[in-house]
């Protein structure tokens, strides 16, 4: 089982990328789909989560306000809606499934499935 992340490229400074993220086989039946990133010679971080029962949303600072994160349960799909890009916004984007409890919804190591990534690139 494998999670398909979508939908990166090379943008300008305040343009928008939606990111789609889709799992290979069978239903999301885990806890959540997360979002991280990882730009070159950086840490992979938290971007952004979403519960799979409830809907629930979690956001970094840095994103809260400019990306959206939201499920289509018909089309077993989690999108990351990016707006207001920035230059710092540039990195590999990879979603994962969590497998943890919730107060580790942020946290990288309570992810599993983790996916091939898509880069997205911000010009100033």
């Known amino acids: 089982v494998q999670l398909q992340a979508s939908g990166g490229g090379l943008v300008q400074a305040g343009d928008s990328l939606r990111l789609s993220c889709a799992r290979s086989?069978?239903?999301?039946?885990?806890?959540?789909i997360g979002w991280f990133r990882q730009a070159p010679g950086k840490e992979r971080e938290f971007v952004a989560a979403i519960r799979w029962s409830g809907g629930y949303t979690y956001y970094a600072d840095s994103v809260k306000g400019r990306f959206t994160i939201s499920r289509n349960s018909a089309e077993n799909t989690v999108y990351l809606q990016m707006n207001s890009l920035k230059p710092e916004d540039t990195a590999v984007y990879y979603c994962?499934?969590?497998?943890?409890?919730?107060?580790?919804?942020?946290?990288?190591?309570?992810?599993?499935?983790w996916g091939q990534g898509t880069q997205v690139t911000v010009s100033s």
């Open positions: 086989e069978g239903t999301f039946s885990n806890n959540g």
């Open positions: 994962a499934a969590h497998r943890g409890i919730l107060s580790t919804i942020r946290i990288d190591t309570s992810y599993a499935y």
